[in-house]
């Protein structure tokens, strides 16, 4: 496994793909799956997979995902769904600047399956300082990605805590994922 630049990848089967730069940040990334095939894309640190899932696709749809801080790159695996389908379409993954990510502000936004926010509200005083504030109709998880890099932050919830509340002490992403519908705002 050579290491690739940054940019786009694509392929029909397993796959390791090795991002050389910006370790020690967390780096964007778009990936999807085919209409009928279905991939995970598992975090890699040095030249293994971790085993932890980033995001499995869905449907073919383009789903934003943060690659933590300390990655050295990600891998693909193609699985088959319960119904039996494997398909015959290939993943694509792509790098992704943090102005494509849509912004968390007061208003409140809705959706399903996998999103990733970029926060980064201007912050004069401690007093200012913002809550993620988040609600699943059945269950899911949160994970907040600082943008200068270090740990992320992971909560995972199941009924019956369906929602609750992070503190936004500095900018970063934030990935929440649920198989049903969710509802998130910064207050």
């Given at each position: 496994?050579?290491?690739?630049?940054?940019?786009?990848?694509?392929?029909?089967?397993?796959?390791?793909?090795?991002?050389?730069?910006?370790?020690?940040?967390?780096?964007?990334?778009e990936v999807r799956g085919g209409l009928t095939s279905n991939f995970r894309f598992l975090r890699m640190v040095g030249s293994r997979s971790t085993g932890t899932t980033l995001v499995a696709t869905a449907r073919?749809?383009?789903?934003?995902?943060?690659?933590?801080?300390?990655?050295?790159?990600?891998?693909?695996?193609?699985?088959?769904?319960?119904?039996?389908?494997?398909?015959?379409?290939?993943?694509?993954?792509?790098?992704?600047?943090?102005?494509?990510?849509?912004?968390?502000?007061?208003?409140?936004?809705?959706?399903?399956?996998?999103?990733?926010?970029?926060?980064?509200?201007?912050?004069?005083?401690?007093?200012?300082?913002?809550?993620?504030?988040?609600?699943?109709?059945?269950?899911?998880?949160?994970?907040?990605?600082?943008?200068?890099?270090?740990?992320?932050?992971?909560?995972?919830?199941?009924?019956?805590?369906?929602?609750?509340?992070?503190?936004?002490?500095?900018?970063?992403?934030?990935?929440?994922?649920?198989?049903?519908?969710?509802?998130?705002?910064?207050?």
């Amino acid at each position: 496994m050579g290491v690739e630049s940054r940019g786009r990848w694509s392929g029909w089967r397993n796959r390791e793909v090795r991002i050389a730069d910006r370790t020690d940040r967390p780096t964007l990334l778009e990936v999807r799956g085919g209409l009928t095939s279905n991939f995970r894309f598992l975090r890699m640190v040095g030249s293994r997979s971790t085993g932890t899932t980033l995001v499995a696709t869905a449907r073919g749809r383009w789903m934003r995902i943060v690659l933590p801080a300390g990655s050295s790159g990600f891998s693909v695996e193609r699985f088959v769904a319960a119904d039996g389908a494997g398909g015959f379409h290939r993943w694509q993954a792509r790098t992704v600047e943090a102005g494509a990510l849509p912004t968390l502000t007061s208003e409140e936004r809705e959706g399903k399956l996998t999103e990733t926010f970029g926060y980064f509200h201007p912050k004069r005083y401690y007093e200012e300082r913002h809550v993620f504030r988040y609600e699943f109709e059945s269950h899911g998880s949160v994970t907040y990605h600082p943008e200068t890099g270090g740990s992320p932050v992971e909560i995972s919830h199941y009924p019956p805590r369906p929602k609750g509340t992070i503190p936004m002490a500095h900018h970063g992403y934030i990935t929440i994922s649920s198989p049903d519908k969710w509802r998130v705002s910064i207050v």
